[in-house]
């Protein structure tokens, strides 16, 4: 697995996927909530790929991997909870909060299936 790129993995494609629908969603939000909600929402969700990337980066360390996995895994959760939040302002329609949040699972279900069984993942120095 050593010779795949970053950007063929589904779970970084699909974090950077997330990322730019979030980017793309984000835009209409009112300006008074740029350096807040519209920030932290964008900032967590560009962090879960971000995460990934060093994961990825770190494979030969195994334990480090699945700790910046995990840092990927906290920011997903992160993201859902801004999304929620965006929603429940007013700021997102039922059907974009339902399908970023089904984008955030999907990263998340990629990202832990990697975190269980690093083995397949990394590789040794």
């Known amino acids: ?3 795949v790129p970053l950007t063929d993995l589904n779970a970084y494609r699909t974090a ?3 990322q730019q629908h979030v980017f793309q969603v984000t835009r209409s939000f009112p300006k008074e909530e740029r ?3 519209t920030d ?3 900032r967590s969700s560009r962090s879960v790929g971000a995460n990934i990337a060093e994961a990825w980066r770190k494979r030969s360390y195994p334990a480090h991997s699945v700790s910046k996995l995990s840092d990927a895994d906290a920011e997903l959760e992160e993201t859902r909870h801004w999304l929620r939040t ?3 302002c007013g700021y997102l329609s039922d059907e974009d909060r339902d399908r970023l949040l089904a984008g955030a699972d999907e990263a998340g ?3 832990g299936s990697i975190m269980r069984r690093p ?3 990394c590789r040794g120095p």
């Open 1 to 3: 697995m050593a010779s």
């Open 16 to 18: 950077f996927r997330l």
């Open 35 to 37: 350096y807040s909600l």
């Open 40 to 42: 932290q929402v964008r």
């Open 86 to 88: 965006a929603h429940a």
């Open 109 to 111: 279900r990629l990202v």
């Open 119 to 121: 083995g397949a993942w």
